[in-house]
Structures are given as C-alpha cells and as structure tokens.
C-alpha cells in the first residue's frame, strides 16, 4: 500500500523481515490490555533494553550533576569565605555573595542543556524501541530478543531524534508562554491587574490572570505533546520525514480525540504522581549525600544546601525511565497502531465501495 509523504526506498528491504512495514496480518488491540499484552508478550527484550538505557541514563545524569558540582567547587568556597568574613565581622550577609552569582549562573546554564539533551536522547530511544516491540507484536512476530531490538531500534533513532527534539521544542514554546505570561502579570505590566501584597488576599483579577491563565496556558503542554507523540513510531514504522510524521500524527490524534486526551491525562498524571512520591522516597539517600557532602567539603553548608535540594528532583527524574516511560511508550505505540489500522480499514472500505458502483478507485492494477 503507498502512503503520502516522505518514505525511503529501502522499506521493503527493511520492513519484509522484521516485521516493520505492510502488515497484511494486523489485528489491532485497543486500551491498556492489549498495551499490556504485547509488553508481556517480550517484556525480557523491552524491559532488559529499559533497564540497560536507564543505567546508562543514570550514569551520565549522575556525572554531568558532579561535573557541574565540581565546576562551581571554588565558588561556594568563596561563598563560605565571604559568609565567614561577615559572621566573624557581626555583619549582616547574604547567602551569596554578589560576585559569585554569574559564575553560578552559568554552571546552571550548562548543566541544564545537557540534562535536557539527555532525556531527549532517551525519550526518543524508548519510544522507538517500543514503536518496534508493538510493531513486530502486531505482525505475530516470533521472540525478540534485546540485541535484534536494539538493531532496529538504531537504524531508525536519528529520525526519531528529530521528531522528539520538534516536539519538546513545541511543548516548550507553550510551557515558556505561560512562564512569561506569568513574569509579565507578577512585575505588574498588565494594566489593571496588580500583584498580590505579602500578607493580602488575591484579588479576582490577579487570581484569573496570574494564576489561572498562565495554568490553563501550562495544560497544554501535555495535551500538545499527546497529539504530537505518535509522530515518533510514524517516522520510525512509515519512514516518514520528521516533519511528516508530526503532521501525521496531528491527523492520526484528531480522529480520535477524547482517546488521545485520556492517554495524555493518564502518562501525564503517571509521571507527575510518581515524581512527587520519588521526591518524598528517596530523603534517606538525600540525607546520606548531604552528610557526605558535608565531609567531603569541610562542612561548607552552602554547596552541602544545594544538593539536598536538587537531588530529590534528579533521583525521580532518573527513576522516570525505568518505572513509567514503559507504559508512556508503550500506550503512545499501541495508540498509533490502533489509529493507522482504523485508517486503514477506512481507506479500503472507500475502496470498495467506489469499485462496487463502478467508479475509478485510484489504484493502478
């Protein structure tokens, strides 16, 4: 069957042996179940490469947060020294000194690009790793084992990688909106609206422009990403171009939009849920690296303060791969699946219908 867009000449060769490609046997399997089904059907292959890329993930999230402790190592020293000075002076201070913010600053703004690469790196692994699992389930493929996933997987990431790099910068054009909505109402720009004084009740304009607007505004994002999320397994089943595959899966989604609301709502609620508890889980393992931290500089409590405080959020967001970007990816992969059979039965439905009254069906016999 011919498909409108971008493809390679080399599907047939690639999809005719693995699975990945026309799918004369497709038996779709809508919801949870059949989501479950295929992930236990090769929850070895899925599992066992999760666990591997969440170690690596691990790994490389725990050195770059090192890195950049040990960039900004001389600095909080100074903080201390500074702190120190003013205590031993019985003047008041600050918890920074004034110069050592822009150095602060910009281990900030390198660490948190290349935490942003690596979770695009492993979000767009997983769900072409699962986009492949699902794919190969619905051909009634034989067993799958990790190194032949892998390899399917590989052939298909940079695509992959370009779709999920335009759809998290779309996601996070609208989460920047509602940020700057919110900046632009709390320095009192927007006429009429004033910020709320320390101590005072909001008032009703304050409350519906700073908060729930800019909230209303952040909804989005989640919802636009679950339009967006099949465009992965379309560039990697169809090899559509990335920007094919988003406009796929824009059409794909709005023929089924109170499913796609609902398995947006559930991975987002997922995620955000876990997130928080993971927060709360992992304070004995906070406690035990602020008390290492604390040896390890000499009691400098400025830098030991920051690891305790970002450290909950990175033990979570590393524990978001192994625990709830399976099922993340696996319903986004069963979605796009049940989505293109439908369309397809559809298409042929017109088909035979338009060659039982006699009219031209389009196809070259």
């Known amino acids: 069957m011919a498909h409108d867009g971008d493809q390679s000449t080399d599907r047939a060769a690639d999809g005719e042996g693995d699975g990945v490609g026309d799918n004369p ?19 070895r292959a899925l599992y066992g490469f999760t666990l591997r890329v969440s170690v690596v993930t691990a790994v490389l999230g725990c050195a770059i947060l090192a890195g950049g402790f040990a960039a900004a190592w001389d600095t909080f020293e100074g903080v201390r020294d500074y702190a120190d000075a003013n205590i031993a002076n019985e003047d008041s201070y600050v918890a920074y000194a004034e110069d050592a913010m822009p150095e602060l600053a910009r281990v900030f703004f390198v660490m948190v690009p290349l935490l942003l690469v690596l979770g695009l790196l492993v979000v767009s692994v997983l769900h072409t790793a699962y986009a492949v699992g699902d794919s190969h389930a619905r051909h009634g493929g034989g067993p799958l084992a990790t190194r032949e996933l892998w390899r399917r997987t590989r052939g298909r990431f940079p695509a992959a990688l370009a779709v999920n790099t335009l759809t998290g910068l779309a996601v996070g054009a609208v989460w920047m909106a509602g940020l700057v909505l919110w900046g632009i109402v709390e320095s009192g ?4 609206v004033e910020p709320t004084p320390l101590g005072e009740t909001a008032t009703w304009q304050y409350t519906l422009v700073g908060w729930v607007l800019p909230i209303t505004v952040w909804c989005l994002g989640p919802l636009l990403y679950a339009r967006l999320a099949l465009a992965t397994a379309e560039t990697v089943l169809e090899l559509r171009s990335p920007f094919v595959a988003l406009y796929r899966s824009w059409v794909l989604t709005r023929r089924a939009r109170r499913r796609t609301l609902g398995v947006g709502t559930l991975v987002t609620a997922a995620a955000v849920l876990f997130f928080l508890l993971a927060r709360y889980a992992a304070a004995p393992l906070v406690h035990l690296a602020g008390l290492g931290m604390l040896w390890l500089s000499n009691d400098n409590v400025w830098i030991t303060g920051v690891l305790v405080k970002v450290l909950p959020s990175a033990v979570a967001l590393l524990l978001l791969s192994p625990v709830v970007m399976p099922l993340v990816c696996a319903l986004f992969a069963r979605l796009h699946g049940d989505l293109l059979a439908r369309e397809e039965a559809a298409r042929g439905a017109g088909v035979v219908g338009a060659s039982a009254a006699g009219r031209p069906t389009g196809r070259v016999s």
Do not use: K, M, N, W
């Not at 497709?26 to 295929?38: C, K, M, R, V, W």
């Not at 720009?189 to 009429?192: I, L, S, T, W």
């Open 25 to 43: 046997t497709e038996q779709p399997g809508g919801g949870i179940s059949g989501t479950l089904g295929a992930v236990r059907r090769y929850r």
């Open 189 to 192: 720009e927007v006429p009429g």
